[in-house]
């Protein structure tokens, strides 16, 4: 194992966003049972210091490739087209109005069925978004579009994450 490896070599992957999940949590289990810090107790604490530093790296390259967002703005960084979400938040008219009406349709949600068909509504965006990214990275090679999509799915992210604190205010 080298440190300097991108996640994908590290797991032993193709660089690329389609992955099959069940491969990577198995990869890792196995990378984690490699690099475990118990392993190396008879090596020494400089040696378990070394595992432990893999065992961090495993776990963050863990994170990114397991979830479709994360592994996408990753591919898109390696291939020159970071999100940069703090500081470009442009996004075309659509994206926005849609947004706006979703905003108002969770501001006027009174019962849980209404934020159940808000709700189901988000969960398709977040599929077309990811199937978009897949076809904009995997087919395209386009990581700059591929980006923008990341944005969206940042956007579309923190809206269910608000559709839950709304859910949460009304069973109060």
Same mark, same amino acid.
């Given at each position: 194992?080298?440190?300097? /490896?991108?996640?994908?070599?590290?797991?032993?992957?193709?660089?690329?966003?389609?992955?099959?999940?069940? *491969?990577?949590?198995?990869?890792?289990?196995e990378?984690?049972?490699?690099? %475990?810090?118990?392993?190396?107790? *008879?090596?020494?604490?400089?040696?378990?210091?070394?595992?432990?530093?893999? /065992?961090?790296?495993?776990?963050?390259?863990?994170?990114?490739?397991?979830?479709?967002?994360?592994?996408?703005?990753?591919?898109? #960084?390696? %291939?020159? !087209?970071?999100?940069?979400?703090?500081?470009?938040?442009?996004?075309?008219?659509?994206?926005?109005?849609?947004?706006?009406?979703?905003?108002?349709?969770?501001?006027?949600?009174?019962a849980e069925? #209404?934020?159940d068909?808000?709700?189901?509504?988000?969960?398709?965006?977040?599929?077309?978004?990811?199937?978009?990214?897949? !076809?904009?990275?995997?087919?395209?090679?386009?990581?700059?579009? *591929? /980006?923008?999509?990341?944005?969206?799915?940042?956007?579309?992210?923190?809206?269910?994450?608000?559709? #839950?604190?709304?859910?949460?205010?009304l069973?109060?």
């Open positions: 194992m080298n440190l300097q /490896s991108d996640d994908f070599e590290l797991f032993g992957l193709a660089r690329g966003f389609a992955q099959d999940r069940s *491969a990577i949590d198995a990869r890792w289990k990378l984690q049972r490699e690099a %475990h810090p118990d392993k190396f107790a *008879a090596q020494g604490a400089a040696a378990q210091r070394v595992a432990m530093q893999w /065992s961090v790296r495993i776990n963050e390259a863990y994170q990114r490739l397991k979830d479709p967002m994360r592994r996408a703005a990753y591919l898109c #960084e390696l %291939h020159g !087209a970071p999100i940069r979400a703090e500081d470009n938040t442009a996004m075309p008219t659509a994206f926005l109005m849609q947004q706006m009406e979703w905003r108002e349709a969770l501001e006027e949600a009174e069925p #209404e934020l068909a808000l709700d189901d509504t988000v969960a398709q965006a977040r599929r077309e978004a990811l199937a978009e990214c897949e !076809a904009l990275i995997d087919r395209q090679h386009d990581y700059a579009g *591929a /980006s923008q999509q990341v944005r969206a799915l940042m956007f579309i992210a923190r809206f269910a994450d608000d559709i #839950e604190r709304r859910r949460e205010q069973g109060q």
